[in-house]
């Protein structure tokens, strides 16, 4: 199977970002995609959740209100849409295939890095 992340980029404190996540190889139904991320320096962190079977989502108490996770299961894609950006949002972002609040898996792209700064 293969997950590819794109959207990436440097962008200011208080802006926005979306970013997308190509899924291939497997069976897009009745799953949870997620997106994790891993800080510099820093362990891997669980962001947010979705269910492919009836859109439910989940998210890490840092970026509810903030983030919004999303899922076109027409073109097997998934969505980060990312506002309100913070410095303490700066990392390599990953698009796992996973369930809510799994941290770590060996089903996951290779990452897209977001960087939050002035």
């Known amino acids: 199977f293969q997950l590819v992340e794109s959207g990436g980029g440097l962008v200011q404190p208080g802006g926005s970002l979306r970013l997308s996540c190509a899924a291939s190889?497997?069976?897009?139904?009745?799953?949870?995609m997620s997106w994790l991320r891993q800080p510099p320096g820093k362990g891997v962190e669980w962001v947010s959740t979705?269910?492919?079977?009836?859109?439910?989502?989940y998210y890490a108490d840092s970026v509810k209100d903030r983030f919004a996770i999303s899922v076109d299961n027409a073109q097997n894609m998934v969505y980060l849409q990312m506002n309100s950006l913070r410095s303490e949002d700066t990392a390599l972002y990953f698009c796992a295939l996973s369930s809510p609040r799994v941290v770590h898996t060996p089903a996951r792209g290779q990452g897209t890095q977001v960087t939050v700064s002035s």
């Open positions: 190889g497997f069976n897009f139904k009745n799953i949870y």
């Open positions: 979705i269910s492919t079977r009836d859109g439910k989502t």
